[in-house]
């Protein structure tokens, strides 16, 4: 399911809107002010953006400014009351995708989401990692990985549970021979490797810290 995160004051339209996208499979965030946004996008990883530019304590657009510049790519559209050709190019200076024009038809916004979320490639970025989960390939500092299928799938089960351990029993599911020295004798060779640091966690599993 693809998260969303919308940004609107307006409690009428975002309730109205959250229940239409939920009722189409999407998980949907609500900001109701700039600050609001700025939090959940750090605590959060989402796949599109719903921007209003008229909001409390921090528009839309300088919000959208601020993400691009912390290297957030977060496809983006804005939804805006304000249509005159000036906001409407410092939406799209500042990153946006789209651009909609209140009052809208929430079944054309549907469709431009759709356009958004259906090019993306399920992917999962950590530290210098790129991981596509598709066909699990994987890529470090930009460099094409190439690990067996056993530390690959240890790799990736680690790094999705990231900051929280992977259970022994739940890694041992991985192994061709599942045995507890199996298990430590491929995480040490990650841990060789790779830049990354492995803990064992006393009578759980294992996590990257």
Same mark, same amino acid.
């Given at each position: 399911?693809?998260?969303?995160?919308?940004? /609107?004051?307006?409690?009428? %339209? +975002?309730?109205?809107?959250?229940?239409? &996208?939920? @009722?189409?499979?999407?998980? !949907?965030?609500?900001?109701?002010?700039? /600050?609001?946004?700025?939090? %959940? +996008?750090?605590?959060?990883?989402?796949? &599109?953006? @719903?921007?209003?530019?008229? !909001?409390?304590?921090?528009?839309?657009i300088d919000l959208l400014?601020? %993400?691009?510049?912390?290297?957030?790519?977060?496809?983006?559209?804005?939804?805006?009351?304000?249509?005159?050709?000036?906001?409407?190019?410092?939406?799209?200076?500042?990153?946006?995708?789209?651009?909609?024009?209140?009052?809208?038809d929430p079944e054309e916004?549907?469709?431009?989401?759709?356009?958004?979320?259906?090019?993306?490639?399920?992917?999962?970025?950590?530290?210098?990692?790129?991981?596509?989960?598709?066909?699990?390939?994987?890529?470090?500092?930009?460099?094409?990985?190439?690990?067996?299928?056993?530390q690959k799938n240890l790799?990736?089960?680690?790094?999705?549970?990231?900051?929280?351990?992977?259970?022994?029993?739940?890694?041992?599911?991985?192994?061709?021979?599942?045995?507890?020295?199996?298990?430590?004798?491929?995480?040490?060779?990650?841990?060789?490797?790779?830049?990354?640091?492995?803990?064992?966690?006393?009578?759980?599993?294992?996590?990257?810290?």
């Open positions: 399911m693809h998260r969303l995160l919308l940004l /609107e004051d307006d409690p009428n %339209l +975002s309730k109205t809107l959250i229940k239409y &996208l939920k @009722l189409n499979g999407y998980e !949907v965030d609500w900001a109701k002010n700039g /600050e609001e946004a700025v939090e %959940l +996008s750090y605590q959060n990883s989402y796949d &599109l953006y @719903l921007f209003d530019i008229n !909001v409390p304590l921090l528009d839309g400014t601020q %993400l691009r510049n912390a290297e957030d790519f977060t496809p983006t559209i804005i939804i805006s009351a304000m249509v005159d050709i000036e906001s409407i190019t410092k939406g799209f200076i500042a990153g946006a995708d789209d651009y909609v024009k209140k009052p809208f916004l549907l469709i431009r989401i759709k356009a958004k979320t259906a090019s993306l490639k399920q992917k999962l970025v950590f530290r210098d990692f790129e991981i596509d989960l598709d066909s699990h390939e994987i890529r470090y500092k930009k460099e094409l990985l190439h690990l067996g299928v056993v790799l990736i089960a680690l790094i999705q549970n990231y900051p929280n351990p992977v259970t022994k029993d739940e890694l041992l599911l991985l192994l061709d021979k599942p045995t507890d020295l199996a298990l430590r004798v491929n995480i040490a060779k990650l841990k060789k490797n790779l830049d990354i640091k492995i803990q064992s966690i006393r009578g759980v599993g294992y996590k990257i810290i």
